[in-house]
């Protein structure tokens, strides 16, 4: 009998209408046995040992929650958004809600480990992508119970309101993820009136709006969208964090190229040692007693850690002294610039003298790139407001402040080197 079967087996007969007590939302219902069946799926259960911020928690102690809290406080938003819609009058069947919860819940399920911290450093492949690819395999494992869910997802269904609450504008994913970022971190700044939003959705047109009344909730929920990114998702000490991961993995993989022997689990030494791309999970091989994709749903935070660990004490002393940084939290300092920062030989010389390193070493040292915030784009999708006469109105135009501020587009560049330095 396979793991899955086994799965199954024991699930058959429990009592699949749970409730759950999030610190965030309270209680959550699980109205659903599909839902239930999905959350205890060891695929999804992976979410437990990913953590929602990433590196986040070494500036905000208190954000360590995941992304299987992220999922279930979706999920608990998109049953009231169905209640609501329901309520005034538009027609979602049975089928219908719980194909969009499946949706919801299973919108995260490709993140690499921390989240967004290591997209496209393992693999070159979107976590949107392997979503949808682990969702195909769920979906197999469900006897096709997915197929809507799945429809939903890509925007392939016939109602296109109900992927705009997966994903949109005002979608449940945005919806939970700032009220429950904000309560880890402890910026108030992220605190929106989610309740008040959600009972202010309507539909027009197939289009997902939002009444008129609702106006100023939607703009303090776009201004503390924006507020959000720049103390919490963009703050620069978080910034220096992730690229010094960054290229600790950068390292290690390039070791493993060149046949050192490193320390790493099963499935992060599938991934050290190749360079898998979009292709290759579409082929899905088989590795050893995997697949590409069973290898990857099993990488998780504790991969990662457990290496980085080890690795302070590995003989080359490019790994060994970025892993002691990293784990002792001596991060990098940082430098914001509007303006693209040139490269600096001076620097690397300074890298190269200070640790004892060649010029090549000294590199993974010196990490540069740029962060852009946007908190409206509404060239991809307008934030439509409906007024009581039947009219609606783009959000930009409803509203009575300007709101060019949260359209722009604004970009910043940086520049992280070792402290030790003290040279800038």
Not at 93 to 108: F, G, N, P, Q, R
Request: glycine share 4%; with cysteine.
């Amino acid at each position: 009998m396979t793991p899955e079967q086994f799965y199954f087996v024991a699930q058959h007969q429990v009592n699949k209408k749970k409730i759950i007590n999030d610190p965030v939302l309270g209680f959550i219902n699980l109205q659903s046995e599909l839902i239930y069946d999905i959350i205890e799926h060891p695929v999804f259960q992976r979410l437990r040992r990913i953590k929602q911020l990433g590196l986040s928690y070494l500036v905000f102690p208190g954000a360590n929650h995941t992304r299987f809290e992220h999922a279930l406080g979706a999920v608990h938003l998109m049953r009231q958004a169905i209640s609501v819609l329901r309520m005034k009058g538009h027609e979602i069947t049975d089928e219908e809600a719980d194909s969009v919860t499946a949706a919801i819940l299973l919108h995260d399920i490709g993140h690499a480990p921390f989240s967004h911290v290591l997209e496209n450093t393992l693999v070159d492949i979107s976590h949107e992508k392997i979503s949808l690819m682990l969702m195909n395999q769920l979906n197999g494992d469900f006897g096709g119970k997915l197929d809507m869910a799945i429809a939903i997802f890509t925007n392939q269904y016939k109602k296109q309101f109900l992927h705009q609450l997966v994903s949109g504008q005002l979608d449940m994913d945005r919806l939970d993820y700032l009220n429950r970022d904000s309560f880890f971190t402890g910026v108030a700044e992220g605190t929106i009136g989610v309740e008040r939003i959600i009972k202010m959705l309507n539909v027009w047109k197939d289009q997902l709006v939002v009444e008129e009344k609702g106006i100023y909730s939607i703009e303090k929920f776009l201004i503390s969208r924006r507020l959000m990114y720049w103390q919490v998702y963009l703050h620069k000490t978080v910034v220096s964090a992730e690229n010094l991961l960054v290229n600790i993995l950068k390292r290690a993989r390039d070791l493993s190229f060149e046949g050192t022997n490193l320390y790493a689990t099963p499935a992060l030494n599938i991934f050290l040692r190749n360079n898998f791309n979009e292709n290759d999970f579409s082929e899905n091989p088989v590795l050893g007693n995997n697949s590409l994709l069973d290898w990857y749903s099993q990488l998780d935070d504790n991969d990662i850690s457990i290496a980085v660990k080890i690795w302070q004490s590995h003989a080359d002393k490019v790994l060994s002294t970025l892993s002691k940084h990293l784990i002792n939290r001596k991060l990098f300092r940082i430098q914001l610039s509007n303006t693209p920062i040139q490269e600096d030989d001076y620097l690397l010389k300074a890298v190269s003298n200070q640790f004892y390193l060649t010029s090549d070493e000294a590199r993974y040292f010196i990490m540069k790139g740029e962060i852009t915030n946007n908190a409206y784009n509404k060239h991809s999708e307008k934030i439509l407001v409906l007024d009581k006469s039947g009219k609606t109105k783009e959000m930009q135009q409803a509203s009575d402040i300007n709101l060019s501020a949260l359209t722009k587009t604004v970009k910043k560049y940086y520049l992280c080197f070792p402290k030790e330095l003290d040279i800038y």
